[in-house]
Each structure stands twice: as C-alpha cells, then as structure tokens.
C-alpha cells in the first residue's frame, strides 16, 4: 500500500516562497507523483506532474516560471518549489502517485490512486 504524507505549507505574504514535500512509502517501481490544489468552491486542479522513472516533468500554464517540481535522488520524496506566490495560488495543495502511465494524462485527478492528507497554502496580496 503506498502512503503519502504532504509537509510544508504555511502562510505567506504575495511575492513570498514555500517549498512544498511529499515523502512516499511502500511501493517498489517507478511512480508518476502530481501535485494537486483545491480551493473552496472550486475542482480539484493538477498543478505539476514527475515521472519518478524518468526526466519528464509536467505544470499547468498558470505555475510555470515559479513553480518547480523536483525529486530526491532516493525518489522518496517529492518536492514542489514555490516561488512568486500569488492570493489566487491559496488551496489546500494534495500530492498523489499512480503507476507510471501516459503523462497525458497528469492532471487529472482520477487516475491517480493514492493520496496524501493535504496541506494548506495561504497567499496574502
């Protein structure tokens, strides 16, 4: 059973940075691992992406040039960078793994199976 545990959120003004970390037990062969973000009211929303097998990394078009998705050389943790925080990043922020599969795919929720407790991320203006 493979178990995720989000650490690293907090509360920062606009401009700020946060580093997010993701560290994953019990699984044996490469995992694709997403960050996910929910605001209220609003879908759960696939922020970045890593192939723990590869090189491939994945980002939504409203986070690339601040945020950066990154893996320890163990591939035991995951780490999403946050840089130039904006009020409209605030969420409760997920990581999730799934088997390695078509990056197409990953942002969306669905097809990721395992799922960390979250973390909060508030951005003030």
């Known amino acids: 059973q493979v178990q995720l545990v989000e650490s690293g959120g907090g509360s920062v003004q606009a401009g700020g940075s946060l580093r997010l970390s993701c560290a994953i037990f019990g699984y044996s062969y490469n995992v694709d691992v997403g960050w996910f973000r929910q605001a209220p009211g609003k879908e759960r929303e696939g922020v970045a992406a890593?192939?723990?097998?590869?090189?491939?990394?994945y980002y939504v078009d409203s986070v690339k040039g601040r945020f950066t998705i990154s893996q320890d050389n163990g591939k035991s943790t995951v780490y999403l960078r946050m840089n130039s925080l904006k009020p409209e990043d605030t969420g409760m922020y997920y990581c999730?793994?799934?088997?390695?599969?078509?990056?197409?795919?990953?942002?969306?929720?669905?097809?990721?199976?395992?799922w960390g407790q979250g973390t909060q991320v508030t951005v003030s203006s």
């Open positions: 999730a793994a799934r088997w390695s599969r078509n990056g197409a795919t990953w942002y969306l929720p669905e097809t990721f199976h395992y």
């Open positions: 890593i192939e723990t097998g590869g090189s491939s990394t």
